[in-house]
């Protein structure tokens, strides 16, 4: 199959959260299975100079004078497009905000111009004589895709991925016009929201399929609770909407090969483990001490994360023989809070403001604990990562993390499936309460192994979750050839 991928960030070319190593991970395992895919994502400046050597392989006038850039996914052979519409793309900053965190004013047109370069490679008129069958967009920034090849004869089956609901490309309605979009997209059924203008509805109304990142989230984002409003539309598409849990990239996170860590180990060479934690210690400041459980975090500082409950149970957390390390940047009342708490606490806690890839890793590897106590999440990676790194996860248990994390009962560690502990609701009593619980455990040295050996054996690879996708785009495609010239094979 010919299976168009069109992302907004791409890792390592360009990376703000998740969706970039979904954008690398999914697309290289479906070619390892035999597919011809391609990414296709906005050509800015850091992605053009870490996309190898670019060719010109399209240039577009209409509209918004660009070309389209081919280019390879580093150390693979997976073909990349760069949208290169200099007006748009070229500046320094963010994919998404200003240096500074500003949202760029402009972002509407940036994306809607994006997606529209999308739609004329999926109908395959910018002479590139590559036919797409399936394309495949995720979250907002693409939400136009599906919505723009709607109106069209024939298409390629189109599936959109909800990576998280809550980022929705909400602009006022004076927008639309500006982006001069096709008036019949403007209703309740097509792209307004509430009297707004949601990029996020394009991909949930007009796809085929849809996806998110965990069955769990699949679920959640059906509820008032999770649903920003959308759920009555999710529920409606319940049965075209498939949870599927993400894969991770192990050969970016195997603490076996990992370039960014003090020392490289395995599951049954855990030696070196050790050495990451007293490098982890002595980069935060802390008291090198092998024997207290060391605690991390590594994310985005945004309320989801849940930041602040840490901040609020800091007083139990403190009462336990535990050392925290912090990881992370946004929002800046929660930095600032953080820092100060770092700086009350200094034997303690220690907290780095900044996004450090290296770090990240270092992180992973030097903890015992890994704590992600998001009041929602729609897969989450890290949790996947530090089972890898024999760094147990404590979690809210949400979304994604439910279906990655095996909560640890009498049950579960008889069996050896446990690799960590749930608490609910996310509020800073059971966090600190699920903390002590790891704590205990850490401190029984026989019980903490059988934990951190089921975590680093169990397996989430692309290859299982890219299988699941593969069988989404056989359905996709036989619904097609069944109804030849369908404007859309979906009846809504
Ligand atoms: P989200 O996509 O909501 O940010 P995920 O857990 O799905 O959350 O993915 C986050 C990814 O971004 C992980 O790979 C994580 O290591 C990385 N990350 C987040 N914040 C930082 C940071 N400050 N420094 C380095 N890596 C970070």
Sequence with gaps: MNILFASSEVFPLIKTGGLADVSAGLPLALQKSGQDVRIVMPGYPQALARGGRLQTVAEFEQDFPGRLLQGRLPGSRLPVWFVDIPEYFQRAGGPYATA?????????????????VVCRLAQNRLGLDWPVDIVHAN????????????????????????????????????????????????SVD????????SLLKGGLVFADQLTTVSPSYAKEIQTPQFGYGLEGLLRHRAKDLHGILNGVDYRQWNPARDPHLAANYSRTRPQGKRTNKQALQQCFGLPQNAHIALVGMVGRMVEQKGFDL???????LLQQPLQL???????????????????????????????????????????????????????????????????????????????????????TLAAGTATGFHFSPAEPEPLAQAMARAVEYYQQPEYWHRLVDAGMRADFSWQRS????????????????KQPGQPNPQKR
């Design 100 to 116: 500074g965190g500003l949202d760029w004013p402009d972002n509407a047109e940036r994306f809607a111009a994006f997606s529209r």
């Design 139 to 186: 979250d907002w920034q693409t939400g136009l895709v599906p919505a723009l090849l709607s109106r069209e004869k024939t298409r390629p089956a189109s599936v959109f991925t909800i990576h998280n609901l809550a980022y929705q490309g909400l602009f006022p309605w004076e927008t639309f016009n500006r982006l001069k979009l096709p008036q019949e997209l403007w």
């Design 190 to 197: 097509g792209l307004e929201f509430h009297g707004r203008l």
């Design 310 to 316: 840490v901040l609020h149970a800091l007083p139990w």
């Design 325 to 411: 390390v912090i990881l992370g940047s946004g929002d800046k009342r929660l930095e600032s809070e953080l820092l100060a708490a770092g700086r009350r606490h200094p034997e303690r806690i220690g907290v780095k403001i900044g996004y450090d890839e290296a770090l990240a890793h270092l992180l992973e590897a030097g903890a015992d604990i890994f704590l992600m106590p998001s009041r929602f999440e729609p897969c989450g990676l890290n949790q996947i990562y530090s089972q890898r790194y024999g760094t147990v996860p404590v979690v809210h248990r949400t979304g994604g993390l439910i279906d990655s994390v095996v909560d640890t009962t009498p049950e």
């Design 466 to 481: 890219a299988a699941q996708y593969l069988a989404l785009y056989e359905t996709l495609r036989e619904t097609a050839a």
